[in-house]
């Protein structure tokens, strides 16, 4: 019966004479890892100034329900209550909904702005690692060549 040829060898040193920068991948973890961190981090605040914006909103809604209910003497009172109600409540609702406005353009710019500085930090890290592959595998070719002369 043939043996079967192992290749595990020969694999090994043709990866061998392809360094792998470690440090390399590492920095591009971390930097991951800080994006996604800084990222949070806006999500975060979003989160807190919307639940701010929601539980003011229902403070202020809760407050004019009680003068709603209140007894009253004529009952034209009640209409008119209903009334201040319903107006106040629409003011309310248009301030409520641009404050929501400005935290989601807020988180919008600043997402932007991450991004942007994210893109241009892993360009630079992407050519200064080509170059550096580049520099190696120029070394490792060489050393090859020689060696089989």
Same mark, same amino acid.
């Not at 990222?39 to 004019?64: D, G, H, P, R, Y």
């Given at each position: ?17 392809f ?14 890892a ?9 999500? $975060? ?7 701010? #914006? ?12 009680? @003068?709603?209910?209140k ?35 807020? #988180? ?5 702005? $991450? ?6 930090? $892993?360009?630079? @890290? /992407?050519?200064? /690692? ?20």
């Open positions: 019966m043939a043996k079967a040829q192992d290749y595990t060898k020969y694999f090994a040193d043709m990866m061998g004479a360094p792998v920068d470690q440090k390399a991948f590492e920095n591009a973890f971390r930097s991951q800080a994006l996604a961190e800084k990222l949070m981090n806006v999500a $975060l605040e979003a989160a807190e100034k919307s639940t701010e #914006v929601s539980s003011a909103w229902t403070k202020e809604t809760l407050a004019k329900v009680a @003068d709603v209910v007894v009253k003497e004529d009952p034209a009172d009640y209409t008119k209550a209903v009334t201040d109600f319903a107006s106040a409540a629409a003011e309310t609702n248009v301030e409520k909904i641009a404050a929501f406005a400005e935290i989601a353009k807020k #988180v919008q710019m600043e997402t932007v702005e $991450l991004m942007l500085a994210a893109g241009k930090d $892993l360009s630079e @890290d /992407a050519t200064a /690692a080509v170059k550096k592959a580049t520099a190696e595998a120029t070394t490792a070719v060489k050393k090859a060549a020689a060696a089989a002369k």
